[in-house]
T-cell receptor, first 109, second 118 residues
């Protein structure tokens, strides 16, 4: 499994855009990049997944450069309810998820 | 549609006792996973069922842990005898095979069972 590196924490204010960059230098050809979100006392929840270029859904955007050695999760116009831990995971499409420490995002009023 | 449910939400037991955790996956999901987070550590994979068969149990810490999935539906994780280091939050997740909606292998997690061994 490819090792990922992401910031331990980030602070933001309501209405701002939050960008979290994850490094995964040894990503393999078959690997996808997936982001999960976890609120206190809940299980992780899928946010977005991508292989290359840009993916956007109703929650976030995921930017992946051509070399795929990093990726950036973009959360537009965050609110207090976006305060959570965000995990970047890299692996092939099958099964076992490997969570790192994640990035704790704190949104302030 | 009901999500993944886990029971109990909390369990406090004495060292040496037995505890059984239960997970009900989303209906129709063949894949069921167990993960756990022990205090201050990262969420770690324990094992993966495909229907009633264990596909990967490489993360099971030792033979005090026994997981079963009766008839390919709900699953139980038994810890016997429990030790202090087993304290943590145990998560269950389920998924469908292949591309489903937005992703491959999107895993849906339950709220977890917080286990405290005294």
């Amino acid at each position: 499994l490819a090792k990922t590196t992401q910031p331990i924490s980030m602070d933001s204010y309501e209405g701002q855009e939050v960008n979290i960059t994850c490094s995964h230098n040894n990503i393999a050809t078959n690997d996808y990049i997936t982001w999960y979100q976890q609120f206190p006392s809940q299980g992780p929840r899928f946010i977005i997944q991508g292989y290359k270029t840009k993916v956007t859904n109703e929650v976030a955007s995921l930017f992946i450069p051509a070399d795929r050695k990093s990726s950036t999760l973009s959360l537009p116009r965050v609110s207090l309810s976006d305060t959570a831990v965000y995990y970047c995971l890299v692996g092939d499409r099958y099964y076992k998820l490997s969570f790192g420490a994640g990035t704790t995002v704190t949104v302030r009023a | 549609e009901a999500g993944v449910t886990q029971f109990p939400s909390h369990s406090v037991i004495e060292k040496g006792q037995t505890v059984t955790l239960r997970c009900d996956p989303i209906s129709g999901h063949d894949n069921l996973y167990w993960y756990r987070r022990v205090m201050g550590k990262e969420i770690k994979f324990l094992l993966h069922f495909v229907k009633e068969s264990k596909q990967d149990e490489s993360g099971m810490p030792n033979n005090r842990f026994l997981a079963e999935r009766t008839g390919g539906t709900y699953s139980t994780l038994k810890v016997q005898p429990a030790e202090l280091e087993d304290s943590g939050v145990y998560f269950c997740a389920s998924s469908q095979d292949g591309l489903s909606g937005r992703s491959y292998n999107e895993q849906f997690f339950g709220p977890g069972t917080r286990l405290t061994v005294l």
